[in-house]
């Protein structure tokens, strides 16, 4: 984790030296989300669906963190709250990245001929379409709901992923101890999802926190747009379209689900990006 | 933008494993086996449209058999029925002819520019699409275009400095704006410039060319910050590896001036990646669109999605979804064709390295 002194690229070292402040934030961020999610309704004293018809859209108060919503109900509670559908829906869809794009990932790379060529032309096309615009149009039309959304995004994030996993297991491929193995007899499937597998695994946990970031984002612009979470439920998306109305009267119960979406995705890509870098700096040293 | 991270590291990691436009031609290279002149190659990359535009078309006229039941339901649009009424859409819409001859009848349709009619607004799609074309396109354009100079600007700096204070704020903002989205980024701007200091108006497009532009101005920034994190990221990485190479240190040592070598040389060999990567950015700025428009009420084809989304107005939502497919591919064509012009390398299909 922590570079030798002896690192010939000294700005290296000092990069590694401040990124895990930014890290360690991040992760506390996250933990936090996780936290609110599991136990958000100990946290919050007030419940994020009752309605106080006396106190419509107010500014923060001692009572009120975040102040009110158009329909009187609280703020910090509802963000609190909303936590649970910003981690559910992208924790499933990265977790199908992870296992999609390391199953088709590395046997496409491993296997090369045609299974990577048709593999790779698949991946390229899926780079042209505009995913999200994809979800929008099946989403309304099929008219489903949040989980609908889920499961598209679950194939159309996957390409991303793919590639960079296919690349990864070329590098390894051209090691001697693949070889070694080969000749050993170990099996195909032993060499490419135990030992390949276990070699690019930073790189399948970086995609995975960037995957997540991504279905937090979409998940949440298709909210949004009204489509995938149920109107009413507590869901950061949902709360920046019903708030947007009442920016004037209380800014915070826009902002704040704005800026919780905003931190928690930039916090995931942060860690993602981090353990990318160190695995980067870790086989430059070698 | 799911996707950054691995675009920019797939772009840099297999520099062998060529893909898209470079991979293409490189391909029509060695099948043909001799040089090829731009005509043609522009002419076979019109020609592998050929598919594509066959399965977007199918794919968009199957759109209105997805929707829970079918055909009758979508041209309906959630209205009351009996069973009369069905029957007369029935045989109006050709609905009772088999499904390929449906197929052929509103393909031939199309052709003649009739994308059918607007269920909610009872315009027909086509009018309603060609009206907020324009203000769509310019959004788009400009976001693309800021983007790029903004962003290939930023990671031309940052790689200078690497590791510096420049290198860290160019980081920043390129994480930051890779994860910010733009409804949210939308929002903040709209309670920053025109809630707590209004500055620039913020709803619809006003009358008149320079009030129109100052409309644009909000909406046209937060569509240029979607790509720029990516775009930046792409450049620095692009850069940073140019600046290893060995004819940089030469051309350091024989003293070419470092101004000279970053905008003559280094810049150029970085805009392969960069080009490659232009494709992810034409879509992420076209999926901005739809929430941008929305938030800032401006009368494109974002704000005519989320209407169509809105009234499930299925014609509309075909028809966009064709426009977008067209505008994809155009998009892609164009780019193939700029890797001619930045990269002889790659002339016309024939790759030298």
């Known amino acids: 984790m922590i570079a030798p002194v002896t690192l010939p690229h000294r700005r290296l070292g000092s990069r590694f030296a401040r990124i895990p402040i930014l890290v360690a934030l991040a992760w506390l961020f996250v933990l936090a989300s996780l936290v609110a999610a599991l136990f958000g309704h100990l946290i919050t004293h007030i419940s994020p669906s009752a309605q106080d018809p006396f106190s419509i859209a107010t500014l923060p108060t001692g009572t009120h963190l975040l102040g009110t919503d158009g329909l009187g109900r609280d703020v910090f509670s509802r963000v609190v709250a909303g936590s649970t559908s910003a981690l559910v829906g992208p924790l499933v869809v990265a977790c199908s990245g992870f296992l999609l794009s390391g199953l088709v990932g590395i046997w496409a790379g491993y296997s090369g001929g045609l299974v990577d060529t048709i593999t790779m032309r698949i991946v390229d096309f899926m780079f042209a379409l505009p995913g999200l615009l994809i979800t929008i149009v099946v ?7 949040y989980w609908l959304a889920v499961g598209i995004l679950c194939v159309l994030n996957v390409q991303g992923d793919i590639r960079l996993i296919r690349s990864a297991t ?11 193995e080969r000749i050993t007899g170990i099996p195909r499937w032993r060499i490419m999802y135990r030992h ?19 279905a937090l984002v979409a998940l949440a612009g298709l909210a949004f747009l009204g489509l995938g979470a149920q109107p009413g439920t507590a869901d950061w998306g949902l709360m920046l379209t019903e708030n947007e109305q009442i920016l004037f009267q209380n800014p915070w119960a826009a902002l704040a689900p704005g800026l919780a979406i905003v931190v928690l995705a930039t916090s995931v890509n ?10 980067r700096a870790a086989s430059v040293e070698r | 933008m799911p996707d950054t991270l691995e675009q920019t590291e797939g772009a840099r990691q297999e520099p ?16 043909a086996g001799s040089e090829q002149t731009l005509a043609s190659y522009a002419l076979r990359r019109v020609l592998l449209l050929i598919p594509l535009v066959f399965v977007v078309t199918v794919v968009v006229f199957l759109l209105s058999s997805i929707v829970p039941g079918g055909p009758v339901a979508a041209l309906l649009g959630g209205h009351a029925t009996n069973t009369a009424t069905v029957n007369a859409i029935r045989a109006r819409y050709h609905l009772n002819d088999s499904l390929f001859s449906q197929y052929i009848a509103w393909v031939g349709q199309v052709l003649h520019g009739n994308l059918g009619t607007s269920i909610y607004t009872s315009q027909p799609v086509s009018q309603e699409i060609l009206n907020r074309l324009p203000v769509t396109l310019i959004l788009n354009a400009v976001a693309i275009v800021v983007s790029i100079i903004v962003g290939v600007s930023l990671g031309m700096v940052a790689a200078r400095f690497r590791g510096g204070r420049v290198d860290r704020i160019a980081v920043g903002i390129s994480i930051v704006t890779s994860s910010a989205p733009s409804y949210v980024l939308a929002i903040a701007l ?12 913020v709803e619809g497009l006003g009358t008149g060319l320079s009030s129109e ?3 644009l101005i909000l909406p046209a920034i937060v569509m240029a910050l979607a790509p720029l994190g990516f775009v930046t990221k792409i450049a620095r990485a692009a850069m940073l590896e140019q600046l290893s190479t060995d004819y940089v240190a030469f051309a350091r040592a024989r003293g070419i001036p470092r101004r000279r070598i970053y905008l003559r040389y280094v810049l150029r060999n970085a805009l392969v990646p960069i080009l490659t990567a232009s494709g992810l950015l034409i879509v992420t700025a076209l999926t901005a669109t739809v929430f941008v428009e929305d938030v800032f009420g401006i009368p494109g084809l974002g704000g005519l999605l989320v209407d169509a989304v ?15 497919a067209i505008w994809v591919v155009i998009a892609n064509i164009l780019i193939d064709l700029l890797y001619v012009v930045i990269d002889p390398r790659v002339s016309f299909g024939r790759l030298s390295t």
Request: proline share 5%; net charge positive; hydrophobic share 50%.
């Open chain 1, 170 to 180: 070329l590098a390894q491929r051209a090691l001697p101890y693949v070889e070694a």
């Open chain 2, 190 to 201: 709209v309670y920053l410039l025109a809630i707590k200091y209004p500055i620039l108006p």
């Open chain 2, 213 to 215: 532009a100052e409309h």
């Open chain 1, 270 to 279: 942060l860690i993602g990006d981090f353990i990318y870098e160190r695995r």
């Open chain 2, 310 to 324: 809105e009234n499930t107005d299925i014609p509309v939502i075909q028809g966009l979804v064709l426009v977008t």
């Open chain 1, 196 to 214: 390949i597998g276990r070699n690019i695994l930073p790189i399948l946990l970086a995609d995975f926190a960037i995957d997540f970031a991504g």
């Open chain 1, 139 to 145: 989403v309304t039309l099929v008219q489903g709901g």
């Open chain 2, 16 to 31: 062998g494993a060529l893909t898209g436009a470079r991979g293409i031609a490189w391909r029509l290279g060695r099948r």
